[in-house]
């Protein structure tokens, strides 16, 4: 995938199917969660982050919820601290 004006553009690669599988889940999650980040959707972040493929093969949904918070928290201290440089 590449990124022209704003949108992911697929691309072709040739790789074993059970590859191209288990990349186009994980991708697809990945986008999908990018462009929640983008639209500042928490609600959706919240059900995309989910349903990454590698998370919930090594998180249990309460340290997913956890991790959430976390990237919440993060980026309200980021905001913070911006509008406080930027005064």
């Known amino acids: 995938m590449t990124i022209e004006n704003g ?3 697929r ?14 889940d994980y991708a697809s999650t990945q986008a999908l969660i990018v462009k929640t980040l ?17 998370l919930k093969s090594i998180l249990t949904l309460d340290e997913l ?3 959430i918070k976390d990237i919440f928290s993060i980026e309200e201290k980021a905001n913070k601290m911006l509008s406080e440089v930027s005064l």
Do not use: H, W
């Open 65 to 67: 919820d956890s991790l």
């Open 7 to 9: 949108k992911l553009i």
């Open 11 to 24: 691309g072709e690669v040739d790789m074993p199917l059970q590859c191209s599988l288990a990349i186009t």
């Open 38 to 54: 983008i639209n500042k959707s928490k609600e959706t972040f919240n059900r995309t982050i989910k349903l990454d493929p590698y």
